[in-house]
Nanobody
Framework: QVQLVESGGGLVQPGGSLRLSCSGP????????MAWYRQAPGKQRELVAD???????TYRDSVRGRFTISRDNAKNTVYLQMNDLKTEDTAVYYC????????WGEGTQVTVSS
């Protein structure tokens, strides 16, 4: 079974930065568009950003200009650089392949609080 492993979360003050990483098997990372999702308490999971195999990104409006998604296909890793974090960014962050959805990993908790 494919295992996606997210890391890099933590507690940060508003305006701070974090860099998330997600690794998994090459059978997924070398072929499919990859995405970051998040789920806040009491809310549905939502797509934050995705990136094509060639590196072309798209973002949800609320994070555009603050977050940057990237990938290193040689390392089977996708990243999410998050700058100027806001309290509303607090959530558990997950990665997955939107066009070939795998079992969800455990995610990584991001808490933005003063």
């Amino acid at each position: 079974q494919v295992q996606l492993v997210e890391s890099g979360g933590g507690l940060v003050q508003p305006g701070g930065s974090l860099r998330l990483s997600c690794s998994g098997p090459g059978s997924i990372f070398k072929i499919y568009r990859m995405a970051w999702y998040r789920q806040a308490p009491g809310k549905q999971r939502e797509l934050v950003a995705d990136v094509s195999v060639s590196g072309s990104p798209t973002y949800r409006d609320s994070v555009r200009g603050r977050f940057t998604i990237s990938r290193d296909n040689a390392k089977n890793t996708v990243y999410l650089q998050m700058n100027d974090l806001k309290t509303e960014d607090t959530a558990v962050y997950y990665c997955n392949a939107p066009n070939n959805r795998q079992a969800w990993g455990e995610g990584t908790q991001v808490t933005v609080s003063s």
